[in-house]
Protein backbone atom coordinates (compact mmCIF):
# COMPACT_ATOMS: atom_id res chain seq x y z
CA UNK A 1 0.00 0.00 0.00
CA UNK A 2 1.42 3.01 -0.60
CA UNK A 3 0.53 6.30 1.40
CA UNK A 4 0.03 9.49 0.15
CA UNK A 5 3.36 11.62 1.40
CA UNK A 6 2.01 14.72 1.98
CA UNK A 7 -0.01 13.53 5.15
CA UNK A 8 3.46 13.50 6.68
CA UNK A 9 4.28 17.76 5.69
CA UNK A 10 7.75 15.84 4.01
CA UNK A 11 10.37 18.06 2.48
CA UNK A 12 11.16 17.08 -0.66
CA UNK A 13 12.30 13.08 -0.63
CA UNK A 14 15.26 12.11 -2.91
CA UNK A 15 14.27 9.33 -4.99
CA UNK A 16 15.77 6.43 -2.69
CA UNK A 17 14.93 2.54 -3.83
CA UNK A 18 13.82 0.18 -0.91
CA UNK A 19 16.33 -1.88 -1.99
CA UNK A 20 18.74 -0.18 0.62
CA UNK A 21 16.78 -1.41 3.47
CA UNK A 22 18.39 -4.73 3.00
CA UNK A 23 21.47 -2.99 4.00
CA UNK A 24 20.61 -3.17 8.14
CA UNK A 25 22.06 -6.34 9.17
CA UNK A 26 20.46 -7.22 11.76
CA UNK A 27 16.76 -8.35 13.04
CA UNK A 28 14.74 -7.91 9.61
CA UNK A 29 11.68 -9.54 10.11
CA UNK A 30 7.82 -9.04 10.55
CA UNK A 31 6.87 -7.56 13.73
CA UNK A 32 5.31 -10.05 15.63
CA UNK A 33 2.51 -9.95 17.97
CA UNK A 34 2.99 -9.59 21.66
CA UNK A 35 1.83 -7.28 24.80
CA UNK A 36 3.20 -3.83 23.80
CA UNK A 37 0.97 -4.79 20.30
CA UNK A 38 -1.01 -1.25 21.06
CA UNK A 39 2.87 0.61 20.99
CA UNK A 40 3.74 -1.00 17.95
CA UNK A 41 1.65 -1.37 15.34
CA UNK A 42 2.36 -4.74 12.62
CA UNK A 43 4.47 -3.29 10.09
CA UNK A 44 7.97 -4.01 8.91
CA UNK A 45 10.62 -4.12 11.03
CA UNK A 46 13.91 -3.21 9.67
CA UNK A 47 16.32 -3.42 12.80
CA UNK A 48 15.88 -3.89 16.57
CA UNK A 49 18.82 -1.83 18.86
CA UNK A 50 18.74 -1.74 22.44
CA UNK A 51 17.02 1.49 22.81
CA UNK A 52 15.42 1.75 19.85
CA UNK A 53 13.25 -0.11 16.63
CA UNK A 54 13.51 1.22 13.41
CA UNK A 55 10.29 0.04 10.97
CA UNK A 56 10.10 0.58 7.12
CA UNK A 57 8.69 4.19 6.56
CA UNK A 58 5.49 4.96 4.43
CA UNK A 59 7.38 6.39 1.48
CA UNK A 60 10.61 4.20 -0.11
CA UNK A 61 14.01 6.66 1.82
CA UNK A 62 11.69 6.58 4.92
CA UNK A 63 11.85 4.87 8.23
CA UNK A 64 10.03 4.94 11.53
CA UNK A 65 12.34 5.65 14.19
CA UNK A 66 10.49 4.18 17.32
CA UNK A 67 11.75 4.87 20.72
CA UNK A 68 11.49 2.39 23.38
CA UNK A 69 11.72 1.81 27.60
CA UNK A 70 14.82 -0.37 27.61
CA UNK A 71 17.59 0.64 29.01
CA UNK A 72 20.64 -1.22 28.92
CA UNK A 73 24.41 -0.54 30.24
CA UNK A 74 27.71 -2.40 29.70
CA UNK A 75 27.34 -3.55 26.58
CA UNK A 76 24.19 -4.83 27.32
CA UNK A 77 25.21 -6.64 30.27
CA UNK A 78 22.30 -4.59 32.52
CA UNK A 79 19.30 -4.26 31.43
CA UNK A 80 15.98 -2.39 32.88
CA UNK A 81 12.68 -0.65 31.74
CA UNK A 82 12.48 3.09 32.62
CA UNK A 83 8.59 3.91 31.88
CA UNK A 84 8.31 6.55 29.89
CA UNK A 85 12.07 7.40 28.29
CA UNK A 86 10.74 6.30 25.34
CA UNK A 87 8.75 8.83 25.29
CA UNK A 88 11.06 11.73 27.23
CA UNK A 89 13.74 10.39 24.30
CA UNK A 90 11.61 11.10 21.27
CA UNK A 91 10.62 14.68 22.11
CA UNK A 92 14.45 15.47 23.52
CA UNK A 93 16.00 14.52 20.14
CA UNK A 94 13.06 15.51 18.17
CA UNK A 95 13.68 18.69 19.81
CA UNK A 96 17.63 18.73 19.54
CA UNK A 97 17.89 17.74 15.85
CA UNK A 98 15.46 20.47 15.01
CA UNK A 99 17.29 23.31 16.77
CA UNK A 100 20.82 21.88 15.26
CA UNK A 101 19.11 21.84 11.25
CA UNK A 102 18.30 25.38 12.56
CA UNK A 103 21.71 25.90 12.83
CA UNK A 104 22.83 24.33 9.49
CA UNK A 105 24.01 20.93 11.03
CA UNK A 106 22.23 18.42 8.07
CA UNK A 107 20.66 15.82 10.38
CA UNK A 108 18.11 12.59 9.45
CA UNK A 109 14.99 13.58 11.22
CA UNK A 110 12.26 14.92 9.25
CA UNK A 111 9.51 15.16 12.09
CA UNK A 112 8.02 13.38 15.00
CA UNK A 113 4.74 11.11 14.44
CA UNK A 114 3.26 10.46 17.77
CA UNK A 115 4.80 9.87 21.36
CA UNK A 116 7.19 7.53 20.68
CA UNK A 117 7.89 7.60 17.35
CA UNK A 118 9.84 9.87 14.41
CA UNK A 119 9.94 10.03 10.98
CA UNK A 120 13.40 10.25 9.45
CA UNK A 121 15.29 9.70 6.39
CA UNK A 122 16.32 6.37 5.45
CA UNK A 123 20.60 6.60 5.66
CA UNK A 124 23.47 4.07 5.88
CA UNK A 125 24.78 4.42 9.52
CA UNK A 126 28.38 4.50 9.54
CA UNK A 127 29.48 2.06 11.85
CA UNK A 128 31.84 4.88 14.25
CA UNK A 129 30.58 6.29 17.16
CA UNK A 130 31.58 9.50 17.63
CA UNK A 131 32.49 10.93 21.24
CA UNK A 132 33.21 14.48 22.27
CA UNK A 133 33.94 15.48 25.92
CA UNK A 134 33.94 18.31 27.74
CA UNK A 135 34.47 17.35 31.25
CA UNK A 136 36.14 13.74 32.46
CA UNK A 137 33.78 11.19 33.21
CA UNK A 138 33.36 7.80 32.65
CA UNK A 139 35.64 5.66 30.30
CA UNK A 140 37.76 8.21 29.91
CA UNK A 141 38.60 8.80 33.49
CA UNK A 142 39.76 5.17 34.33
CA UNK A 143 41.61 4.78 31.14
CA UNK A 144 44.34 8.05 31.75
CA UNK A 145 43.55 7.96 35.59
CA UNK A 146 41.89 11.22 35.59
CA UNK A 147 39.53 12.40 38.04
CA UNK A 148 35.34 12.51 37.21
CA UNK A 149 34.62 16.28 36.93
CA UNK A 150 38.08 17.64 35.82
CA UNK A 151 37.62 19.90 32.54
CA UNK A 152 39.47 18.88 29.86
CA UNK A 153 42.28 21.01 28.40
CA UNK A 154 40.24 21.32 25.25
CA UNK A 155 36.97 19.11 24.21
CA UNK A 156 38.23 15.94 22.71
CA UNK A 157 36.51 14.06 19.84
CA UNK A 158 37.47 9.76 20.06
CA UNK A 159 35.93 7.23 17.38
CA UNK A 160 34.55 4.12 18.33
CA UNK A 161 33.92 1.36 16.42
CA UNK A 162 30.40 0.48 16.45
CA UNK A 163 30.17 -3.33 16.91
CA UNK A 164 28.43 -5.13 20.11
CA UNK A 165 30.17 -8.34 19.93
CA UNK A 166 33.64 -6.57 20.53
CA UNK A 167 31.88 -4.35 23.01
CA UNK A 168 32.63 -0.97 20.67
CA UNK A 169 35.98 -0.61 21.32
CA UNK A 170 38.39 2.17 21.23
CA UNK A 171 39.63 3.02 17.40
CA UNK A 172 41.64 5.51 15.88
CA UNK A 173 41.35 7.46 11.90
CA UNK A 174 43.77 5.11 10.84
CA UNK A 175 41.82 1.67 11.93
CA UNK A 176 38.15 4.06 10.07
CA UNK A 177 40.45 4.06 6.67
CA UNK A 178 42.51 0.76 6.91
CA UNK A 179 38.98 -1.15 7.33
CA UNK A 180 37.00 1.07 5.09
CA UNK A 181 34.84 2.26 7.39
CA UNK A 182 34.39 5.31 6.20
CA UNK A 183 36.56 7.40 3.70
CA UNK A 184 38.70 10.12 4.73
CA UNK A 185 36.10 12.89 4.05
CA UNK A 186 33.49 11.36 5.75
CA UNK A 187 36.10 11.84 8.42
CA UNK A 188 36.22 15.00 7.99
CA UNK A 189 33.00 16.27 7.89
CA UNK A 190 32.26 13.75 11.01
CA UNK A 191 34.44 15.41 12.97
CA UNK A 192 33.89 19.40 11.56
CA UNK A 193 29.99 18.75 12.10
CA UNK A 194 30.69 16.97 15.45
CA UNK A 195 32.48 20.10 16.91
CA UNK A 196 29.54 22.44 15.64
CA UNK A 197 27.44 20.36 17.78
CA UNK A 198 29.23 20.27 20.56
CA UNK A 199 29.77 24.34 20.77
CA UNK A 200 25.97 24.61 19.63
CA UNK A 201 24.74 22.03 22.44
CA UNK A 202 27.21 23.24 25.39
CA UNK A 203 25.48 26.72 24.60
CA UNK A 204 22.01 25.45 24.36
CA UNK A 205 22.46 22.89 27.48
CA UNK A 206 24.28 25.66 29.27
CA UNK A 207 21.13 28.12 29.14
CA UNK A 208 19.28 25.96 31.05
CA UNK A 209 21.45 25.04 33.45
CA UNK A 210 23.06 21.32 32.24
CA UNK A 211 26.15 21.06 31.73
CA UNK A 212 27.61 19.13 28.35
CA UNK A 213 30.07 16.90 30.06
CA UNK A 214 30.26 14.59 26.93
CA UNK A 215 28.23 12.84 24.33
CA UNK A 216 28.10 10.03 21.74
CA UNK A 217 26.97 11.19 17.74
CA UNK A 218 25.79 8.28 15.16
CA UNK A 219 26.31 9.55 11.16
CA UNK A 220 24.68 8.01 8.13
CA UNK A 221 25.05 8.31 4.40
CA UNK A 222 22.03 9.88 2.96
CA UNK A 223 21.66 9.42 -1.12
CA UNK A 224 20.13 11.51 -3.06
CA UNK A 225 20.53 11.26 -6.80
CA UNK A 226 23.80 10.63 -7.62
CA UNK A 227 25.02 12.73 -4.52
CA UNK A 228 25.88 11.41 -1.08
CA UNK A 229 26.10 13.69 1.87
CA UNK A 230 27.24 12.64 5.82
CA UNK A 231 24.01 13.60 7.92
CA UNK A 232 23.78 13.54 11.79
CA UNK A 233 21.81 10.39 12.53
CA UNK A 234 20.05 7.93 15.28
CA UNK A 235 19.21 10.02 18.67
CA UNK A 236 20.71 13.25 21.12
CA UNK A 237 19.01 12.05 24.50
CA UNK A 238 20.19 11.51 27.69
CA UNK A 239 20.94 8.11 26.85
CA UNK A 240 23.83 8.90 25.34
CA UNK A 241 24.87 12.09 26.80
CA UNK A 242 26.35 13.26 30.37
CA UNK A 243 24.55 16.31 31.63
CA UNK A 244 25.18 17.83 35.04
CA UNK A 245 22.98 20.15 36.83
CA UNK A 246 25.42 23.31 36.86
CA UNK A 247 24.84 24.69 40.45
CA UNK A 248 24.40 20.98 42.01
CA UNK A 249 26.41 18.55 39.32
CA UNK A 250 23.82 16.04 39.92
CA UNK A 251 24.00 13.61 37.15
CA UNK A 252 20.93 13.78 34.94
CA UNK A 253 21.57 11.62 32.12
CA UNK A 254 21.77 7.13 31.98
CA UNK A 255 24.55 7.38 34.82
CA UNK A 256 21.70 7.57 37.36
CA UNK A 257 20.78 4.12 35.60
CA UNK A 258 24.09 2.79 34.85
CA UNK A 259 25.19 3.27 38.77
CA UNK A 260 21.68 2.94 40.28
CA UNK A 261 21.32 6.66 41.60
CA UNK A 262 17.51 5.83 40.90
CA UNK A 263 14.86 8.51 39.28
CA UNK A 264 16.27 7.99 35.96
CA UNK A 265 12.75 9.13 34.45
CA UNK A 266 12.31 11.95 36.75
CA UNK A 267 16.12 12.98 35.89
CA UNK A 268 14.96 13.05 32.18
CA UNK A 269 11.53 14.86 32.34
CA UNK A 270 14.00 17.36 34.17
CA UNK A 271 15.64 17.64 31.32
CA UNK A 272 12.71 17.67 29.11
CA UNK A 273 11.15 20.09 31.35
CA UNK A 274 13.99 22.49 30.98
CA UNK A 275 13.99 22.50 27.51
CA UNK A 276 10.37 23.48 27.85
CA UNK A 277 9.36 20.50 25.89
CA UNK A 278 7.61 18.39 28.47
CA UNK A 279 5.37 15.51 26.93
CA UNK A 280 2.30 17.10 28.72
CA UNK A 281 2.95 20.13 26.98
CA UNK A 282 2.93 18.09 23.41
CA UNK A 283 0.13 16.09 23.85
CA UNK A 284 -1.91 18.39 22.17
CA UNK A 285 0.19 17.62 19.64
CA UNK A 286 -1.29 13.95 19.08
CA UNK A 287 -4.98 15.33 19.73
CA UNK A 288 -5.62 16.90 16.96
CA UNK A 289 -6.16 20.81 15.63
CA UNK A 290 -5.28 23.33 18.59
CA UNK A 291 -8.11 26.12 18.62
CA UNK A 292 -5.90 29.78 18.33
CA UNK A 293 -7.76 32.04 20.34
P1 LIG B 1 31.98 6.47 28.04
O1 LIG B 1 32.54 7.43 29.05
O2 LIG B 1 31.36 5.26 28.66
O3 LIG B 1 33.00 6.14 27.00
O4 LIG B 1 30.78 7.23 27.30
C1 LIG B 1 30.99 8.49 26.69
C2 LIG B 1 29.63 9.04 26.23
O5 LIG B 1 29.11 8.26 25.20
C3 LIG B 1 28.58 9.05 27.32
O6 LIG B 1 27.86 10.27 27.24
C4 LIG B 1 27.68 7.89 27.01
C5 LIG B 1 27.85 7.72 25.55
N1 LIG B 1 27.81 6.32 25.16
C6 LIG B 1 26.77 5.85 24.40
O7 LIG B 1 25.85 6.59 24.06
N2 LIG B 1 26.76 4.55 24.02
C7 LIG B 1 27.73 3.69 24.36
O8 LIG B 1 27.69 2.53 23.98
C8 LIG B 1 28.81 4.19 25.17
C9 LIG B 1 29.92 3.28 25.62
C10 LIG B 1 28.80 5.51 25.53
Known amino acids: MRID ?3 FRLSPLPAVGISRL ?3 PKNVGRCTADPKATTMPRRRKIYEGKAKVLFEGPEPGTLVQHFKDDATAFNNEKHGIITGKGVLNNRISEYLMMRLA ?5 THFVRRLNMREQLVREVEIIPVEVVVRNIAAGSICKRF ?3 EGSVLPRSIVEYYYKSDDLGDPLISEEHITAFGWAAPPEID ?3 SLSLRIN ?3 LGLFLGVGLRLVDFKLE ?3 LYEDDQMRVVLADEITPDGCRLWDIETNEKMDKDRFRRDLGGVAEAYQEVARRLGITPEASQQDVKGPVLIQ
Do not use: C, S
Open 102 to 106: EAGVP
Open 219 to 221: YGR
Open 5 to 7: ITR
Open 145 to 147: GLE
Open 22 to 24: ARY
Open 199 to 201: DFL
Open 189 to 191: DML
